[in-house]
Each structure stands twice: as C-alpha cells, then as structure tokens.
C-alpha cells in the first residue's frame, strides 16, 4: 500500500489551495481515509476524515467551514480542498486510510489508521 500526498505550497494569508493523496494497493471503496497535520513544534492532529460506511464526514473545529475533503474512487484519489487559510494552517500535512469502519470519536487518532503519505507540506505566509 502506498500514499502519495502532494499539492503543498507557498500560499499568502486567504488564499486556497488542494492538496491530493493518490492511493495504490488499497480501495477507497473501504471504510476511511484522513488527513492530518503536524505544524512546528507541536504534535500531528487530525484535520479531517471521510467515513463511507456510516456516511460521516468529520472537520476538527479549527478547520471546519474552511476546508473539504472528499475522494475520486476510479482515480483512487483523496483530496483536501482549503480555503480561507491563515498562518495557523502552516504545517506538513498527512494523508492516511484505515480498514476498520471508525466512528467520529476515533477518527483523529493517528492508530485509527492503518497506511500514511510522507506528508506535504504546506506554508501560509506573505
């Protein structure tokens, strides 16, 4: 199983930008795929989360409103489309799927998930 993230960048403050994870060896017909994000000095927190067996979507409040996850299954391919980003929101930013069918509170928990992207990282300034 291997995930590939990219669309990272330089963004100025309320810009946008999408981020892409390509998955292979692993359907996204299956339960869950996430994102998350690390940002300097501080610990990987989970971003959002698209469940397809209980039909969940999940935002963490920082991002909610701003950013949409969503997934293309004949390219087998996550995307995190953000919007309205702010210094806050720099950080390198992970994709990850998971086999088992989570409910809303496991799914920012990193051992939720079973494969990980390198991460991508992202940068909001001017």
């Known amino acids: 199983v291997q995930l590939q993230a990219s669309g990272g960048g330089l963004v100025q403050p309320g810009g946008s930008l999408t981020l892409s994870c390509a998955v292979s060896g692993f359907t996204l017909d299956r339960p869950a795929v996430g994102w998350f994000r690390q940002a300097p000095g501080k610990e990987r927190e989970g971003v959002s989360c698209?469940?397809?067996?209980?039909?969940?979507?999940h935002y963490a409040d920082s991002v909610k409103g701003r950013f949409t996850i969503s997934r293309d299954t004949a390219k087998n391919t996550v995307y995190l489309q953000m919007n309205s980003l702010t210094g806050d929101d720099t950080a390198v930013y992970y994709c990850?799927?998971?086999?088992?069918?989570?409910?809303?509170?496991?799914?920012?928990?990193?051992?939720?998930?079973?494969?990980w992207g390198q991460g991508t990282l992202v940068t909001v300034s001017s």
């Open positions: 698209l469940s397809t067996w209980n039909d969940i979507v």
């Open positions: 990850a799927v998971s086999g088992r069918s989570l409910i809303t509170s496991q799914m920012d928990i990193e051992s939720s998930y079973d494969y």
